[in-house]
Structures are given as C-alpha cells and as structure tokens.
C-alpha cells in the first residue's frame, strides 16, 4: 500500500519561501507514467493544482503560480519537494502532495483521478 506524507512546516511569515517535502513508503512510484503533484485548499475554496515533476524530470506548472514555484523529485530517496517564493497570506491552505499514473497530456490536472493522496498539511501565512 503506497502512503504518502507531507513534511509539517506550520506558519510561515509574509515574503518567506514555504518549504514541503512529500515522503512516499509502501511502494515504487517510479513508473513512467506517474506525476507527482503539489495541490492545496485554500479556506473555503476548491482544490487548486500546483504543479507537477514527472518521472522524466520534467515539470508542469499551474501558470498562476509558476513565477513563484518549484518542484523537483528524489526518486532514490521515493521524495519530492514543493518550494513556494515570496507567500503571503493568500497561500494560507491544506497543503497535499499526490501521485497520478497516466499518460494523456494535461492529465495531472485531473485531480479526480489521481491515484494516492497524502493526509494534507495546514500551512498558514501570518505575521
């Protein structure tokens, strides 16, 4: 059974770089097909998708939140990171790492399909 967990940073200040690490036991996730995705639920909002590393080393971007965000993968450590420049308290939300197989272009945006789903992590933005 794959798990995912995502690392806890708790409050981060105004201009700071929010940090996450998703952790993934039980399993290889390194198949060709598989996206690793950073999604978030700001407070009474809808899930937003991120962005993506894909197997390949390739990485997909949200464009609202591209100037501002980096992901990269460890697959020998079965880890990837979500780096966010310059927060403010509109990225306050429930932070998930999660993983989807597939192959059709612009399937990672499809956040009903994916396959494993971290606990989620609240990360507040505050002063």
């Known amino acids: 059974q794959v798990q995912l967990q995502e690392s806890d940073p708790g409050l981060v200040k105004p201009s700071q770089t929010l940090s996450l690490t998703c952790t993934v036991s039980?399993?290889?996730?390194?198949?060709?097909?598989?996206?690793w995705s950073w999604i978030r639920r700001p407070p009474g909002k809808g899930l937003e998708w991120m962005g993506a590393?894909?197997?390949?080393?390739?990485?997909y971007y949200n464009p609202s939140l591209k100037s501002r965000t980096s992901i990269s993968r460890d697959t020998s450590k079965n880890q990837f990171t979500l780096q966010l420049r310059s927060v403010t308290p509109e990225d306050t939300a429930v932070y998930y790492c999660?993983?989807?197989?597939?192959?059709?272009?612009?399937?990672?945006?499809?956040?009903?399909?994916?396959?494993?789903w971290g606990q989620g992590t609240q990360v507040t933005v505050a002063s």
């Open positions: 039980g399993g290889s996730i390194t198949t060709y097909y598989a996206y």
């Open positions: 999660a993983i989807i197989d597939c192959t059709n272009y612009g399937c990672y945006e499809s956040m009903n399909e994916y396959n494993y």
């Open positions: 590393a894909h197997y390949s080393g390739n990485t």
